[in-house]
Every structure is written in structure tokens, then in C-alpha cells.
Nanobody, 127 residues
């Protein structure tokens, strides 16, 4: 299994940017599909972005498309979420997640596909 730790959250004004980082333990990081999810108060956890093992394929929620970019640096065991043009509705706790898969093409928007989760980092966007 893998241990995940998010960082980079904070408070910004609408239109601002943040970059979240997720550091993973172990030497098996490249074997995992990675994803970012978020959960706002009183709401279910929702998909934000996913990236394949090779970083060739990505998938985004409609709410994130065009504003957020997921990337990974396998040599550093780190996945990133660059968030631009932030909106108040982006306010949530953001979670990094990992899914062990054999396919190099695999990305997933489903929380049930992910086996490992970080503790989350708070992102607050004010208007």
C-alpha cells in the first residue's frame, strides 16, 4: 500500500491560484493511478481530476476542466493539482487518492475505484 500526504491548501480570493501537492511513500508510486477529489461541508466527496500511471492520460470533472491541471512527477513520488481562476464554489477539503491498476490508460472519476486516501488539505476561496 501507499501513504499519501497533501499540502498546498490555503485561503485565496476568487480568481486566484493554488497548487496542491500530494507526496506518496514507497517505490510503487508509478504503479498507481492518481486522483484528486474534494468535499465541501454537507456534501458528498466529488471527483476533480485523475491522471494515468504514465501521465499520458488525464480526466477532469466538468467543473474543473479548463481551470485545473493534474500532473505527476513519478521520480519524486508526487502528484500535483494546479488550480487557476478559483471560484468560491471550489471551497472544499481536497483529497489525494491512489488506485492500483495494471492498465497504463486507466483514469477514474469514481471514488470507489481508489484504495488509498490522504488526510486532505483545506482550500477556501472568498468572493
Amino acid at each position: 500500500q501507499v501513504q499519501l500526504a497533501e499540502s498546498g491548501g490555503g485561503s485565496v480570493q476568487a480568481g486566484g491560484s493554488l497548487r496542491l501537492s500530494c507526496a506518496a511513500s514507497g517505490r510503487t508510486f508509478s504503479s498507481y493511478v492518481m486522483g484528486w477529489f474534494r468535499q465541501a461541508p454537507g456534501k458528498e466527496r466529488e471527483f476533480v481530476a485523475s491522471i494515468s500511471k504514465s501521465a499520458v492520460y488525464t480526466r477532469y470533472a466538468d467543473s474543473a476542466k479548463g481551470r485545473f491541471t493534474i500532473s505527476r512527477a513519478n521520480a519524486r513520488n508526487t502528484v500535483y493539482l494546479q488550480m487557476n481562476s478559483l471560484k468560491p464554489e471550489d471551497t472544499a477539503v481536497y483529497y489525494c487518492a491512489a488506485a492500483p491498476r495494471d492498465s497504463f490508460h486507466y483514469t477514474s472519476a469514481d471514488t470507489s475505484e481508489y484504495d488509498y486516501w490522504g488526510q486532505g488539505t483545506q482550500v477556501t476561496v472568498s468572493s
